[in-house]
């Protein structure tokens, strides 16, 4: 079965700072999902990849698919307070299932 | 106004006990999901209907059970047969398709 590996698992960083979180598939991605969290609520969803080398953008937030279909990178610019949470990526589990599975999370703490 | 509804947040109950968890939607959407959210564990796949009077076991289904006897509401039951029911429980939707999930605000569940 189809596993999505996070890194890093947790993130700390000073208001103002890149960061970057990466999204790592043992099989090929058929719809790659970026996800939101706060603590204790539902998920939000912030974009979904598809394409090989596709790259979507909202606000400071970027993800990238590679040309592979394998990885996919969060990249957030300036971060502010607001960008802490839980981010997850999800992803189909073959191709036309459209059953999920997902990474375990990337926490980011972001001090002012 | 649209949404998905989760009822109640927070719910208590002792050991041994059956618990139903509520989940409502009113977006028209065919596909209804459950996942258990552990600390570092991410969310993890309990059932899955992706249309009325049907329903699929996901990864985790074992002590749990579901219905979908109504397009608009797929609850839950935690019995006394899931060993660890302590968790976070969210409830999810989706057209059908390629396309993103869309989550309710969550109920936690503190078995005593």
């Known amino acids: 079965s189809q596993e999505l590996e996070q890194s890093p698992q947790s993130l700390i960083v000073q208001e103002g700072k890149n960061l970057t979180i990466n999204c790592t598939s043992s099989k090929t991605l058929y719809g790659l999902y970026w996800y939101k969290q706060k603590y204790g609520e539902g998920l939000i969803f912030l974009m979904m990849l598809q394409k090989g080398g596709e790259e979507k953008s909202h606000e400071k937030i970027t993800a990238k698919l590679d040309e592979k279909k394998q990885q996919s990178s969060l990249h957030i610019t300036a971060s502010q307070p607001s960008h802490a949470g839980i981010y997850l990526c999800g992803a189909d589990r073959s191709g036309g299932s459209y059953i999920p599975t997902f990474g375990r999370g990337t926490s980011l703490i972001v001090h002012p | 106004d649209g949404g998905i509804t989760q009822s109640p947040k927070y719910l208590f109950r002792k050991e041994g006990q059956n618990v139903t968890l509520s989940c409502e939607q009113n977006?028209?959407?065919?596909?209804m999901y459950w996942y258990r959210q552990d600390p570092g564990q991410g969310l993890r796949l309990i059932y899955y209907s992706q249309i009325v009077n049907d329903f699929q076991k996901g990864d985790i289904a074992e002590g749990y059970s579901v219905s979908r006897e109504k397009k608009e509401s797929f609850p839950l039951t935690v019995t006394s047969a899931q060993k660890n029911p302590t968790a976070f429980y969210l409830c999810?939707?989706?057209?059908?398709?390629?396309?993103?999930?869309?989550f309710g605000p969550g109920t936690r569940l503190t078995v005593l």
């Open positions: 999810a939707t989706s057209p059908g398709g390629p396309d993103t999930q869309y």
């Open positions: 977006l028209n959407h065919d596909a």
